[in-house]
C-alpha cells in the first residue's frame, strides 16, 4: 500500500511588502521571562539588520511574539556590505568560524568560490519567511544552550498577513492590535508601560523603533509626538474593540474589570486628537485621498492646477511619471470620480488636448 506524506502548501512571500508575523512557544509554555523577552528583542534587531528587513512594530509576551515588519526590495549588494551585516547577525566562535572561511576564500582568489560563500547568506535576505526562521532558529539555539533544553521551542509554523506598504490603515489597525497585547494580559494599563513592545520603546527614545512608526502614519519624517498622538488613538480604537468583544462574551458593553482600564487623560486626549485635525498638522498621513497613489502626489497634481489649467502630458512631465496609462489608471481618473478635478472644457478625455482644472472640493484639500 502507498503511503503518502503530507506537504505543507508553500506560502509566497513578496518583497516590498509588510507582514504581521504572530509564533507562539510549544504547548503555550511560558518561556519568555523578563530576561529571555530582553534577548529577544535585541536579536529581533540583529536579525532584522541582516536580513534587510524594517520592523515597523513588535509585542513579546511570555509565550508568544508578534512582529510587524516591511520587507523591502532585494538590492545588489557589495562583498563589504554582506559581511558587514553577517557580522551583525553572528557573534563569539560562529562568527570567527564565518571569517575565518571567508578569509581562506579571499586568499584562495577563485570567484566561483567567493559568489557561493556570499549568496548562501543574500538568499536569506528580502524575505518574511527567512526573517522568521533565522530569528526563531537563534533563539531557540541560545535558550537551549544556555537553559539545556532540548528540541524546538516553537508551535507549529508562524502565522503571517500580508498589507501593501501604502494600505495605512490596515497598518494603523495591525500595530494597534500589537501594542494592545500587554494590556490585554492584565500586564499594563496602557503600552507604553510594558517595555517588551515598541510602543514603549519609541517611548522611551528609542530611535529604531520611532522609525517604524513613522513609515505607518507618514510618507515623510515628523517629530516622534505627532506620531505618538496618532498611534494612540490606534491603541485607543483597539482596546475599544477587546472591550467590547469581552462584553458580548460576558452579556455585558465592557469589561467592567480594571484589568482592560485605561487613563482618563488617556481617553480625553483620544476624544480631542480626531483623524481630521491629525490630517490638518501632517499633509502626507492617512487617512488617504484615493484608493491608491500618494497623497502627497495627489496634492502636488492639485497645487499645480490651482495656478493653472493643465494638460495630463504637461502635468506628468512636472511629476517626473513616465507612464501615461499609469497616471491615468493611479491619479487622474480616481481624481474625476473624487471630484478634486475636471475637464476644464467638455469634449473627450482622451483628445491630446484636453486640459483640467481644480474642483472647488480640490481647493478645500490643499
Known sequence: MLQYALMRKQRNFLPDRCYHLVSRVANRAFYFTEEERTRFVERMWRVAQFSCVEVLAYCVMSNHFHILVHVTSPRELAEEEVI?????????ARLSSVLKEWEAIVVCGV???RKAFLSRYVRRMWNASEFMKTLKQATSQSFNARLRH???MWESRFRARMMKPDEKTELMSAAGYIDRNPVKAGLAKFPDGYRWCSFAAACAGDERAREG????????????EQVREMHEVSIGLALKELEEESGAAHGVGGTGGERLSVSSEKQDAMRRRRWSEI???IPDRVPRLLPRGSNRVVRDILKMLAERQMRPAD????LGISSANYFTERYLTPMKAAGLIAQAVAGSP???RTEYKITAKGRSVI
Open 84 to 92: 558587514a551585516r553577517v557580522k551583525v547577525l553572528y557573534s563569539g
Open 111 to 113: 570567484e566561483t568560490h
Open 150 to 152: 532540548e528540541g524546538t
Open 213 to 224: 512608526y513613522r513609515f505607518i502614519y507618514t510618507f515623510g519624517p515628523v517629530e516622534w
Open 279 to 281: 490630517e490638518a498638522d
Open 315 to 318: 502635468l506628468r512631465g512636472e
Open 350 to 352: 482622451y483628445a491630446p
